[in-house]
């Protein structure tokens, strides 16, 4: 069956520094991909998202870009700062709007 | 627009208990997904209502059941608590049949089995 695996936690960062969070997945055929952020006593936010090999989603300075040959979906942001610590959700989808989800990856950015 | 909305925001329960959890979906979506996620973990989907019909389950026991009404709000009913049934329960809208657009979540009910 399809699963999302995400590097564990925490990654613990300053401000400014470059941010990688890896994902891989593990499917039938080539499902949308997507990033999810939750902040404390949040429900999930999406972030980005990729429908089909080498797509790359982006916003807010985050990015990432489906790779159909390594399998991966990897979140990449320039330069993070405080307000992006959070916990992040790689998830792939199964059928119409049923996600499978990775455990989670939280990131703690200091001044 | 209203955002998709979960109620209670807490509960607590004990063990043989029975809960229901509510969700009014965001304007214009019909479709509803459920979500539970243990402490430190993603998201296991549970199950979701398209049209008041369910529309695919995942690996969840049959003590945990649904419902969506006309207005596309819906019901998360958990049967026979256990403590590992412990959890935040999201919800998620989406509008199937208009392009590729993306689910939107709730901020979940915090359940807690004693």
């Known amino acids: 069956g399809n699963s999302v695996t995400q590097m564990e936690g925490p990654v613990t960062l300053s401000e400014e520094a470059f941010l990688t969070i890896n994902c891989t997945y593990t499917?039938?055929?080539?499902?949308?991909l997507f990033w999810y952020v939750q902040y404390p006593g949040e429900g999930l936010q999406l972030l980005l998202k990729a429908t089909k090999a080498d797509d790359k989603g982006s916003n807010k300075g985050f990015e990432a870009t489906y790779r159909k040959e390594t399998t991966s979906f990897h979140l990449e942001k320039g330069s993070v700062q405080v307000s992006d610590s959070a916990v992040y959700f790689c998830a792939g989808e199964r059928g119409f709007q049923k996600l499978v989800f990775g455990t989670g990856t939280r990131l703690l950015v200091s001044p | 627009e209203t955002g998709v909305t979960q109620s209670p925001t807490h509960l607590i329960k004990t063990r043989g208990q029975q809960v229901t959890l509510r969700c009014s979906s965001q304007s214009g979506h019909n479709t509803v997904s459920w979500y539970q996620q243990a402490l430190g973990q993603g998201p296991q989907f549970i199950f979701q209502?398209?049209?008041?019909?369910?529309?695919g389950r995942g690996n969840f026991p049959p003590r945990f059941s649904g419902l969506q009404f006309p207005n596309y709000s819906s019901e998360l009913n958990v049967n026979a608590l256990e403590l590992d049934d412990s959890a935040l329960y999201l919800c998620?809208?989406?509008?199937?049949?208009?392009?590729?657009?993306?689910?939107?979540f709730g901020d979940g009910t915090r359940l807690s089995i004693l």
């Open positions: 209502y398209y049209r008041e019909e369910e529309n």
């Open positions: 998620a809208s989406s509008q199937q049949g208009v392009g590729n657009q993306p689910q939107h």
């Open positions: 499917a039938t055929g080539y499902p949308s």
